[in-house]
T-cell receptor, first 111, second 115 residues
Framework: DAKTTQPPSMDCAEGRAANLPCNHS???????VYWYRQIHSQGPQYIIH???NNETNEMASLIITEDRKSSTLILPHATLRDTAVYYC????????????FGAGTRLTVKP | GAVVSQHPSRVICKSGTSVKIECRSL??????MFWYRQFPKKSLMLMAT?????????EQGVEKDKFLINHASLTLSTLTVTSAHPEDSSFYIC???????????FGPGTRLTVL
């Protein structure tokens, strides 16, 4: 019973930006938005997280709407190695039991 | 980032045997670790929360006598699948959070195949 909705799959051309949307319309004020990805047969990899401000790190940017009901993960220059399942998770701070994975978005980066 | 390891990476066993999977936090101490299970083409499902020095907390529907969890130190949690059966075949993944952060870091996973 994940609290997020993501498209099941997306394609992106190599070198272009990949924009992965996530809806979390029931997000609470104390819940963060986390993004992980899972490359085939590996454990999930942490990408980025945020509360209400946009965030950027060496892997990606996270854009959260002002009402916080949706967000977008941006991979600025997708490579073939970015092909993975991307999970958007909402989770309250220091509430470790609530890391719930939905179905995620399967991103395929094509040459 | 923080590193979490698992051992073994894959294991094949006969039905009825028990299998132990180790999860270690390599560069930080973790009072809490988490165990997930993932079936093919499915998402991760939280099985239990492993607490150092106390009993694990299991999610609804997960048999605690079937999946024994021991968190004996601040860097090691073990999951033992007892009397394994083919339906226990799955990808088992652990995670942990470094102190003063709330980000979970995941191990590489252990693929269990029960014949």
């Amino acid at each position: 019973d994940a609290k997020t909705t993501q498209p099941p799959s997306m394609d992106c051309a190599e070198g272009r930006a990949a924009n992965l949307p996530c809806n979390h319309s029931t997000i609470s004020g104390n819940e963060y938005v986390y993004w992980y990805r899972q490359i085939h047969s590996q454990g999930p990899q942490y990408i980025i997280h945020g509360l209400k401000n946009n965030e950027t790190n060496e892997m990606a940017s996270l854009i959260i709407t002002e009402d916080r009901k949706s967000s977008t993960l941006i991979l600025p220059h997708a490579t073939l190695r970015d092909t993975a399942v991307y999970y958007c998770i909402v989770r309250a701070l220091y509430n470790n039991n609530d890391m719930r994975f939905g179905a995620g978005t399967r991103l395929t980066v094509k040459p | 980032g923080a590193v979490v390891s698992q051992h073994p990476s894959r294991v094949i066993c006969k039905s009825g045997t028990s299998v132990k999977i180790e999860c270690r936090s390599l560069d930080f101490q973790a009072t809490t670790m988490f165990w997930y299970r993932q079936f093919p083409k499915k998402s991760l499902m939280l099985m239990a929360t492993s607490n150092e020095g106390s009993k694990a907390t299991y999610e609804q529907g997960v048999e605690k006598d079937k999946f024994l969890i021991n968190h004996a130190s601040l860097t090691l949690s073990t999951l033992t699948v007892t009397s394994a059966h083919p339906e226990d075949s799955s990808f088992y993944i652990c995670s942990a959070s470094p102190p003063r952060t709330d980000t979970q870091y995941f191990g590489p996973g252990t693929r269990l195949t029960v014949l």
